[in-house]
């Protein structure tokens, strides 16, 4: 595996500067800003991005949004394996080297083959044995119905198969009517009680022809309305729920008082988070290593009147539960977008999939602060590799855009996803004329900081005699584009 990259460090930069810098297809690790070569990676990673306004979680996403739910309301805890759940970064593990050039979503395995390969070895194997697939598995959803039931009540879960059908002869009364479940019997009661308070039999209610009255009135349109994200994540809890969650946006950098108050708590949960999850040798996850990589960022703060509340710049988002740090979500605040930097966790609470929640966490606090500021709309999750089956998760997250690695137009991922079905690198852009606009066209008004002055490259390049250096200036005009190129200064020396 060969990963190839251009990197640089960023010792200050605007928050507009990382925008257009991302927009062209650079991360951040701390303060190093970097950028795979496309072309040339064994595994082109291609920046996406989420529209959060437009967005609709999936039915695996309100899964987990359910099972923190009911975490918090009864304490239930449903441990075992998701098809949902996700798996923890590896692909990007290996781009990061020391740097841990990693974005905070976690990785899910494409299960839907494997699930498929393990459906016809079952059938295959049931066959064999002379039983029919289909009855059994019929046995096992009842099985799992039964579990579920199981959980809801607070008992510990344990495997409980439905007893046989009792089969004629040995034991079944076919005499006697077959046994009615309990929900159709209260159905009857009160069907029967209505009739007894209504005895002309006319019920309220829309009747459609042909069918009997209905006991139910239609309910109003909102209630037939699919429940929102912020329906999902912010439902109330009773007075009496078992756990209480917290989240809370902290500045990072420069750190804020409350960032300093939490700091050791949050590093131990990143410690044992790299010991547990990626098993870091005790010594590798140091204070200095933590602070590198996730604290220190190059990016201002900025605090405009018609900006965020917060502001902009890079924040950690703390998730509070009964009192202390549970997880820490990695975030830049930037002018168009919220975008995820990394997420740690502490191990103990895995069974609530944390990377997804905190993803549909953040689309929904980008939904927020879009209400003030509505030029930040989108939700920038890293980098999307489709030749790793690992990394295709980030596309569950729709609608959702790539960036086109020639032309740095954003295009909808349903466009992209035929195309790199047939190639790992793939020019996203339609129109087979279009060019990089954003590039650079003017090399000599390229900002250069030599010997404590600025200048631009046009007389800059006046004092220099190796080839080389040009070389490396002209290829950094190109890779930041002309705008970054005339904002930014490069340091030379």
Not at 288 to 313: H, I, M, V, W
Request: charged letters at 25%; one cysteine or more; a positive charge.
């Amino acid at each position: 595996m060969v990963l190839i990259f251009s990197g640089m460090w960023a010792h200050s930069m605007t928050v507009q500067d990382y925008q257009d810098l991302i927009d062209r297809g650079w991360r951040r690790s701390g303060k190093y800003v970097y950028k795979p070569v496309m072309n040339q990676t064994c595994c082109p990673q291609y920046t996406i991005r989420c529209r959060p306004l437009q967005f609709q979680p999936s039915k695996s996403h309100k899964k987990v949004l359910k099972k923190m739910l009911k975490f918090l309301v009864k304490g239930e805890i449903s441990r075992g394996n998701y098809e949902d759940e996700p798996m923890e970064p590896t692909m990007e593990d290996a781009v990061a080297g020391d740097f841990g050039l990693i974005n905070k979503l976690d990785i899910q395995c494409d299960l839907k083959t494997f699930g498929d390969d393990l459906t016809e070895r079952f059938e295959s194997e049931e066959k064999q044995k002379g039983r029919s697939p289909k009855t059994e598995a019929a046995s096992e959803l009842i099985q799992s119905q039964a579990m579920e039931e199981k959980l809801g009540s607070g008992e510990p879960s344990r495997p409980v198969r439905a007893p046989p059908a009792p089969k004629p002869g040995k034991g079944a009364d076919l005499s006697k009517p077959p046994c009615r479940k309990a929900k159709e019997i209260r159905k009857e009661r009160k069907r029967l009680k209505l009739m007894q308070q209504n005895p002309a039999g006319q019920l309220e209610g829309l009747q459609a022809q042909g069918e009997p009255p209905s006991l139910f009135p239609p309910k109003a349109n909102k209630s037939n309305q699919p429940k929102s994200l912020e329906d999902l994540i912010f439902e109330s809890l009773p007075e009496n729920a078992s756990h209480k969650l917290e989240v809370r946006v902290v500045r990072s950098s420069p750190p804020s008082s409350q960032f300093k108050a939490t700091f050791q708590e949050s590093y131990q949960v990143y410690k044992r988070y790299q010991m547990v999850i990626h098993k870091d040798p005790p010594d590798k996850p140091t204070v200095s290593q933590f602070t590198r990589f996730l604290c220190s960022s190059p990016l201002e703060a900025e605090n405009p009147p018609n900006g965020p509340d917060c502001g902009y710049g890079s924040f950690h988002q703390q998730y509070w539960l009964d009192g202390r740090i549970v997880a820490v979500g990695v975030i830049d605040i930037l002018p168009s977008c919220v975008s995820s930097v990394y997420l740690y966790y502490d191990p103990d609470y895995s069974f609530l999939s944390l990377g997804v929640y905190s993803a549909l966490r953040e689309i929904a606090f980008t939904r927020q602060l879009h209400q003030k500021t509505a030029q930040l709309s989108y939700y920038y999750m890293g980098f999307y590799i489709h030749s790793c089956p690992k990394m295709k998760y980030k596309g569950q997250y729709r609608p959702s855009d790539l960036l086109c690695p020639e032309t740095y137009v954003w295009v909808p991922i349903e466009q992209c996803l035929p195309s790199l079905d047939n190639s790992k690198y793939c020019r996203f852009n339609p129109d087979p004329e279009a060019v990089d606009e954003g590039r650079s066209k003017d090399p000599d008004r390229l900002q250069v900081l030599y010997k404590k002055a600025i200048l631009p490259y046009g007389a800059y390049k006046k004092h220099q005699r190796d080839p080389a250096e040009e070389a490396v200036v002209l290829q950094y005009g190109r890779l930041v584009g002309q705008r970054c190129s005339e904002r930014m200064l490069l340091f030379r020396n």
